[in-house]
């Protein structure tokens, strides 16, 4: 249970962190070209008077800038990480990112973030835009899957990335279909049909081995509806190196899109570690639940709020890209509940505002609406935590985010009882 909470709450974090590298992305110098953003990368076990002297050089470095503008702006963003670094003993085990500058808003903005996994380089720059390729790196899901399907005379190489499932190539071959006449004709014909369908296969063999040699792999499923998944096994047309990473095969009726698909639902026990099966596990059971037992499925901001305000919920399920805005809808000296809404754009908050109106007016009350959260996932997340319930996170790429939301609207949630 301990190690289930602390999962969960390290892939907050990691929410946490990608929303706050969304945000630094679209931030620059304050006239969008001047070198005046400050980014310090530090590896774990670097001594902080070391980084301190380095700060102090570029101080004294950047009083030599030309412009009077770009000198002010750039000594701002070092004495602030001067004075900062003073709070720091030690650099955390997994090292420092430190982001300093006035940006495009006219105001002097700084950031420290602690990484999720250590980093290994020692950087310091000065630029238009603030660096995060670092973090960005980290964030990406690692695991990849290589997906070879086979029929006689077709093939599908595709690739699973995270959550993201693609087409990589398709390849068609010529392969003479089988026939009854017999003689030596018959037996010649046969040999020719059997050359080229090995052709084929090794043709298949090099296409695969160009593409995935190239990749950091962890495995790969070989399918197909036919037969011919085990003679492209059985004749090693992969490289030795492929070869080590089968990690089964599986029959799928297509080849294509459809059946790469297809090859992971049936590879789901191949692959239960990998993010995929997680999302594809959760979106399953909720498409299940949903048709079963309805009332234990809420789903939509208005519903999974509610059951989270009853405490009725026992697994929270968002998009990690879900927008919105929480206000809440109260009338003065009246004795109404208030009404939580999420709203994505100004628009939206006009049409509030004179929705409330309507409904104060039937108490002769005056409307107050408040703006109680900036960020609708921080929101449900809270509450969901306030009372013990999981949070599972879609991610924002992928069919299942894509399935997920047309279905759920982005949120959902399955309940402890009706």
Same mark, same amino acid.
């Given at each position: 249970?301990?190690?289930? $909470?602390?999962?969960?709450?390290?892939?907050?974090?990691?929410?946490?962190?990608?929303?706050?590298?969304?945000? /630094?992305?679209?931030?620059?110098?304050?006239?969008?070209? @001047?070198?005046?953003?400050?980014?310090?990368?530090?590896?774990?076990?670097?001594?902080?008077?070391?980084?301190?002297?380095? *700060?102090?050089?570029?101080?004294?470095?950047?009083?030599?800038?030309?412009?009077?503008?770009?000198?002010?702006?750039?000594?701002?963003?070092?004495?602030? *990480?001067?004075?900062?670094? !003073?709070?720091?003993?030690?650099?955390?085990?997994?090292?420092?990112?430190?982001?300093?500058?006035?940006?495009?808003?006219?105001?002097?903005?700084?950031?420290?973030?602690?990484?999720?996994?250590?980093?290994?380089?020692?950087?310091?720059?000065?630029?238009?835009?603030?660096?995060?390729?670092?973090?960005?790196?980290?964030?990406?899901?690692?695991?990849?899957?290589?997906?070879?399907?086979?029929?006689?005379?077709? $093939?599908?190489?595709?690739?699973?990335?995270?959550?993201?499932?693609?087409?990589?190539?398709?390849?068609?071959?010529?392969?003479? $279909? !089988?026939? @009854? #006449?017999?003689?030596?004709?018959?037996?010649?014909?046969?040999?020719?049909?059997?050359?080229?369908?090995?052709?084929?296969?090794?043709?298949?063999?090099?296409?695969?081995?160009?593409? =995935?040699?190239?990749?950091?792999?962890?495995?790969?499923?070989?399918?197909?509806?036919? =037969? $011919?998944?085990?003679?492209?096994?059985?004749?090693?047309?992969?490289?030795?190196?492929?070869?080590?990473?089968?990690?089964?095969?599986?029959?799928?009726?297509?080849?294509?899109?459809?059946?790469?698909?297809?090859?992971?639902?049936?590879?789901?026990? /191949?692959?239960?570690? @990998?993010?995929?099966?997680?999302?594809?596990?959760?979106?399953?059971?909720?498409? @299940?639940?949903?048709?079963?037992?309805?009332?234990?499925?809420?789903?939509?901001?208005?519903?999974?709020?509610?059951?989270?305000?009853?405490?009725?919920?026992?697994?929270?399920?968002?998009?990690?890209?879900? !927008?919105?805005?929480?206000?809440?809808? %109260?009338?003065?000296?009246?004795?109404?509940?208030?009404?939580?809404?999420?709203?994505?754009?100004?628009?939206?908050?006009?049409?509030?505002?004179? %929705?409330?109106? #309507?409904?104060?007016? !039937?108490?002769?009350?005056?409307?107050?609406?408040?703006?109680?959260?900036?960020?609708?996932?921080?929101?449900?997340?809270?509450?969901?935590?306030?009372?013990?319930?999981?949070?599972?996170?879609?991610?924002?790429?992928?069919?299942?985010?894509?399935?997920?939301?047309?279905?759920?609207?982005?949120?959902?949630?399955?309940?402890?009882?009706?």
């Amino acid at each position: 249970m301990e190690q289930e $909470a602390y999962k969960e709450e390290m892939e907050y974090k990691k929410f946490q962190l990608k929303k706050l590298v969304q945000e /630094l992305e679209k931030k620059t110098a304050i006239d969008g070209h @001047s070198t005046t953003l400050v980014t310090v990368i530090i590896p774990p076990n670097t001594p902080i008077s070391e980084i301190a002297e380095l *700060i102090r050089q570029e101080i004294s470095t950047a009083a030599r800038i030309k412009s009077r503008t770009t000198r002010k702006h750039v000594q701002t963003a070092l004495s602030s *990480i001067q004075s900062r670094l !003073k709070y720091w003993h030690k650099v955390p085990e997994n090292g420092l990112i430190i982001y300093a500058g006035i940006t495009q808003e006219g105001k002097l903005e700084y950031y420290e973030i602690v990484p999720p996994k250590p980093v290994k380089i020692k950087k310091y720059l000065c630029d238009a835009k603030f660096d995060t390729s670092v973090i960005k790196e980290m964030l990406q899901e690692k695991d990849k899957y290589g997906i070879i399907l086979l029929e006689r005379d077709e $093939a599908t190489i595709g690739l699973l990335d995270g959550t993201h499932v693609e087409v990589i190539k398709e390849l068609t071959g010529y392969v003479p $279909a !089988k026939h @009854s #006449k017999g003689g030596q004709s018959a037996r010649r014909f046969e040999r020719l049909i059997e050359i080229a369908y090995h052709d084929f296969l090794k043709k298949v063999g090099e296409e695969a081995n160009k593409i =995935f040699l190239q990749m950091d792999i962890k495995g790969i499923i070989i399918g197909g509806p036919g =037969f $011919a998944k085990e003679d492209f096994l059985e004749c090693n047309y992969l490289d030795y190196r492929l070869r080590e990473k089968i990690i089964g095969t599986v029959t799928t009726q297509y080849l294509s899109e459809e059946g790469l698909r297809e090859a992971l639902e049936e590879a789901k026990e /191949l692959i239960k570690g @990998s993010r995929y099966a997680r999302e594809r596990e959760i979106y399953d059971e909720l498409m @299940s639940l949903s048709i079963r037992s309805p009332e234990l499925v809420a789903y939509g901001f208005r519903e999974v709020n509610k059951a989270l305000d009853l405490g009725k919920v026992d697994t929270l399920i968002v998009i990690e890209d879900l !927008k919105g805005k929480i206000i809440r809808i %109260r009338c003065k000296n009246a004795d109404v509940e208030p009404i939580e809404v999420m709203v994505t754009t100004d628009i939206e908050i006009q049409k509030m505002e004179e %929705r409330a109106k #309507k409904i104060c007016l !039937k108490y002769q009350s005056e409307p107050i609406v408040e703006m109680i959260s900036e960020n609708v996932v921080d929101y449900l997340f809270e509450k969901a935590k306030r009372i013990g319930a999981k949070v599972e996170f879609i991610s924002s790429e992928g069919e299942i985010h894509d399935m997920f939301k047309s279905a759920f609207k982005g949120i959902a949630a399955i309940l402890r009882y009706a």
